[in-house]
C-alpha cells in the first residue's frame, strides 16, 4: 500500500512514523508509571541509569559513554543526585576522584520502569497475539542488528544520540 499524502488514520502512516509514535506511547508509559510512584524522570535520564546499571563511573567516563560533554553528564548527575537516584562515593583508585553509582532509590526506579515496560509488552501481546508479536520483535531487532547496534545494546552503551555515535 502507498500512503496517501495526507494521511488521517494510523493505517496510511509509513512505518518510520508509526514506529516513532509508538515509542513515544512506550515512553509515556514509563513516565506514567514513574509518576504513579511520585518520581519525576525524563528519558533522558534513562541514557545514565543504563551506563550505571553496570557499576560506578567517573564524570569523564559518563560524559564519553554518552557523547557528550562533561558539562552535559554533571547536569544530569546533578538533577539525579538531587532526586536522590544517584551519589558520588570516593573513588576506589583515586581518593580525589568521585565516582557516580546508582542508589536505592535509583535501583527501585529501575524497577519500576521495567515493570512499565512489561505490562507494555504484555498489553501489545493482548491487541497483536504471540505470533504477531513474536514477528514484530523480531522485525525490530532485525532493524537494530542492521543499524550496528546490538553490540551497543548488550554492552549498555546506546549513545544519548546516533549522531553522537557518529550514525
Known amino acids: 500500500m502507498t ?6 488514520s494510523p493505517a ?38 543504563q551506563r550505571l546499571l553496570t557499576g560506578e563511573k567517573s564524570i569523564t567516563d559518563l560524559a564519553a559513554d554518552l557523547g557528550m560533554t562533561q558539562q552535559g553528564a554533571s547536569k544530569h548527575v546533578l538533577e539525579l543526585e538531587r532526586m536522590g537516584m544517584v551519589s558520588r562515593v570516593v573513588s576506589p583508585d583515586d581518593r580525589r576522584a568521585r565516582h557516580v553509582r546508582l542508589t ?46 546490538s553490540a551497543q545494546i548488550a554492552g549498555r552503551e546506546i549513545p544519548w544520540s546516533r549522531r553522537a555515535s557518529g550514525k
Not at 14 to 21: E, K
Not at 38 to 48: D, T
Not at 104 to 116: K, L, M, T
Open 104 to 149: 536505592d532509590a535509583g535501583r527501585e526506579a529501575i524497577d519500576v520502569a521495567r515493570a512499565a515496560r512489561a505490562a507494555f509488552e504484555e498489553r501489545l501481546r493482548h491487541l497483536l497475539g504471540d505470533d504477531v508479536l513474536r514477528v514484530t520483535r523480531d522485525a525490530l531487532a532485525a532493524l537494530l542488528d542492521d543499524e550496528g547496534v
Open 3 to 8: 500512503p496517501r499524502t495526507d494521511p488521517r
Open 12 to 49: 496510511d502512516l509509513d512505518t518510520a512514523t508509526l514506529l516513532s509514535l509508538a515509542g513515544t506511547i512506550a515512553n509515556d508509559a514509563v513516565l506514567a508509571a514513574f509518576r504513579d510512584e511520585g518520581i519525576e524522570l525524563r528519558p533522558a535520564h534513562g541514557y545514565v541509569f
